[in-house]
């Protein structure tokens, strides 16, 4: 079946440090990757939404230079948190699926940001 | 206008009976309306989900419909049972055409279901 790991679990660093996370799709081709936050009201922000080797599309209020992120293979992609402060804690959470195939979006389990 | 609303946000239900939620959307081009159920302290797992060219789909004890004149759709839970305890979200997307299509969700319902 199709899966997606996604590491760390949970993270803490200290404010205006970065962390990056990473999410590994297994049993499918991860030819979109999507990026969510979901806030402590429990809504999902998507970050932005990502196709294999081409261009990363970033939504309002996120962008480039705060969220890099990678998406390198139809496995793997990442996402960095840069200068991270108490408004960037959440739980982040990355979708994979084979836009091409199937609509269905397969979620990791989603790393938890806790900013000192 | 790319949001999706969701209703209630808190659901209480007794054992045994029905649970409802509802959600609409904004973009009418929207043509896949999948549902996640997030356990606390886990991810969203896909539970059910309907394409634009069915108006009715039932899972088990799962039944979505959708409502695409009204731009609507529900999450209907027959017979529920206390695993059915949970966030529940709707979601709506342009489906499979783009890359770069969205899944855009609703704001969640917590339903507790009570002995």
């Known amino acids: 079946g199709a899966l997606v790991y996604q590491y760390p679990r949970r993270t803490i660093c200290k404010s205006g440090t970065s962390m990056r996370m990473e999410c590994q799709a297994v049993g499918f081709q991860a030819t979109s990757v999507a990026w969510y936050r979901q806030s402590p009201q429990k809504t999902f922000e998507l970050i932005a939404l990502?196709?294999?080797?081409?261009?990363?599309?970033?939504e309002q209020n996120f962008t480039q230079e705060k969220f890099p992120i990678s998406h390198p293979n139809l496995s793997f992609s990442s996402m960095t948190v840069l200068n991270a402060y108490l408004e960037d804690r959440g739980l982040y959470l990355c979708g994979a699926r084979d836009w091409g195939v199937s609509e269905t979006l397969y979620f990791g389990s989603g790393t938890r940001l806790t900013v000192l | 206008g790319e949001q999706v609303e969701q209703l209630p946000s808190i659901l209480r239900v007794q054992e045994g009976s029905s649970a409802s939620i509802n959600c609409s959307y904004e973009d009418s081009a929207s043509n896949y309306f999948p549902w996640y159920k997030q356990e606390p302290g886990e991810n969203p797992k896909l539970i059910i989900d309907?394409?634009?060219?069915?108006e009715r789909k039932q899972i088990q004890e799962l039944i979505v419909l959708l409502d695409k004149k009204a731009k609507r759709f529900s999450l209907h839970i027959t017979d529920t049972q206390p695993g059915d305890s949970a966030m529940y979200f709707c979601?709506?997307?342009?489906?499979?055409?783009?890359?770069?299509?969205?899944?855009?969700f609703g704001q969640g319902t917590s339903l507790s279901v009570v002995p």
């Open positions: 309907i394409r634009s060219n069915m």
């Open positions: 979601a709506a997307s342009r489906g499979a055409s783009s890359s770069f299509s969205k899944l855009v």
């Open positions: 990502s196709t294999v080797n081409s261009a990363i599309k970033y």
